[in-house]
């Protein structure tokens, strides 16, 4: 559902219409000057050969201190999707389960399903705060089970789980011999900043330069896991992609070095926009208020049909995406607040006037 809006979109483009793109997660924002600059020079001086399938070492070997581990213990992959699409696909066998909380990406079940795997949904409540159930979860663990998904912040919500939380997740399914996958793409977008997260045992994480740098087309991200695990990655990557293209790893080592002054900067922005969005539509729409990212998942009242909803809201040149698209959540729509805060005002106020058209 989430890529079949996207196709809608781009057909309505093509004949002609004009689209503001609230559907897409890719922010506005440009990556740093100097790591653009890096990468121009890098490719300038060939380096746009052939490299290590686990990386350039002096990347990895920044990334390592943020994780508290060895280079040994990072691979470089093309972003955050490549990542959590192997660690799934290595861990996983035809009959087996991963257990996800929900709502979720879209890409975890399709990446299960096409492993002849079950993606086993753990619903949580927006009533709730989308906070996670651990009662639940525990039922959702069986012997099939081998990897827990922890999409902390979450995309669509923007909610993100306490630290508290996320350590009885990690010690509950470790307790029962799964092994945990952090999907930490938006980590670096936490309204109250966290460090980056330690490597520890049973805990993989991914990670990408797309949405805390902007680098959505850069295709770059990484993953830190055992060394054992490090190995077997690579082996996929020799017979896949070989490797990420030299010159954009240059641009990321460069991004790094300015981490978290870039990252304070864009998360000030997210905070910004995800103010004026609540603003607008508190007393309208439910939802939870952003803890992260640049997402808004409202809900609509029960009576009105969610698609038809988005069509108005398309008829009027706003493209978002319906819930049903993140598990089952069809009475929610996600809103990307990724665009000029007066465009986020303007694309607000036309929700309100769509939601009573319908009263």
């Known amino acids: 559902m989430l890529y079949e809006t996207f196709e809608k979109i781009y057909s309505l483009e093509a004949a002609g219409k004009k689209i503001t793109k609230l559907n897409v997660g890719e922010p506005d924002w440009r990556p740093p000057i100097a790591a653009i600059k890096a990468a121009q020079n890098a490719l300038s001086k060939g380096k746009d050969k052939y490299g290590s399938s686990y990386g350039e070492l002096t990347l990895r070997e920044k990334l390592a201190q943020l994780h508290g581990c060895s280079a040994k213990n990072i691979v470089i992959t093309p972003g955050s999707k490549w990542g959590v699409y192997s660690l799934l696909r290595l861990h996983l066998s035809a009959g087996d389960n991963a257990v996800v ?12 399903q096409s492993f002849g795997t079950e993606a086993r949904l753990v619903n949580l409540k927006m009533e709730n705060g989308w906070k996670p159930d651990l009662c639940a979860l525990a039922s959702a663990i069986d012997s099939k089970t081998k990897m827990l998904v922890l999409n ?9 789980f306490s630290e508290g939380d996320e350590r009885k997740i990690i010690e509950i399914v470790r307790d ?13 977008l936490l309204f109250e ?18 949405k805390t740098f902007g680098m959505t087309g850069w295709r770059i991200g990484y993953a830190v896991v ?10 996929l990557n020799q017979i896949t992609f070989t490797n990420v293209p030299l010159f954009i790893q240059a641009g990321a080592e460069k991004a790094l070095e300015d ?13 910004q926009r995800a103010g004026i969005a ?21 809900k609509l009242p029960d009576e009105i049909d969610t698609m038809k909803f988005l069509d108005r809201m398309l008829d009027s040149g706003f493209a978002m995406v319906p819930g049903g698209a993140f598990g089952d959540f069809g009475q929610h ?7 000029e805060k007066e465009t986020i005002s303007i694309a607000c106020d036309t929700m309100v006037e769509t939601l009573e058209g319908f009263c």
């Open 333 to 339: 729509f996600r809103v990307s607040l990724c665009r």
């Open 152 to 160: 902390s912040p979450c995309n669509p919500t923007s909610a993100a």
């Open 176 to 188: 029962r011999g799964v092994t945990v996958l952090s999907d930490d793409a938006y980590r670096g």
């Open 226 to 235: 055992p060394e054992e695990i490090a190995k077997k990655m690579v082996s």
């Open 193 to 210: 900043k966290r460090k980056d997260r330690l490597l520890e045992e049973n805990l993989l994480i991914a990670n990408t330069f797309s």
């Open 278 to 298: 609540t603003k607008k539509l508190r007393g309208h729409f439910e939802f939870s208020k952003p803890e992260a990212g640049f997402y808004l998942f409202p």
């Open 101 to 112: 909380f929900s709502p979720h990406w879209s890409a975890y079940s399709l990446m299960c």
């Open 259 to 271: 981490k978290e002054k870039f990252a304070a900067k864009v998360r000030k922005l997210c905070v």
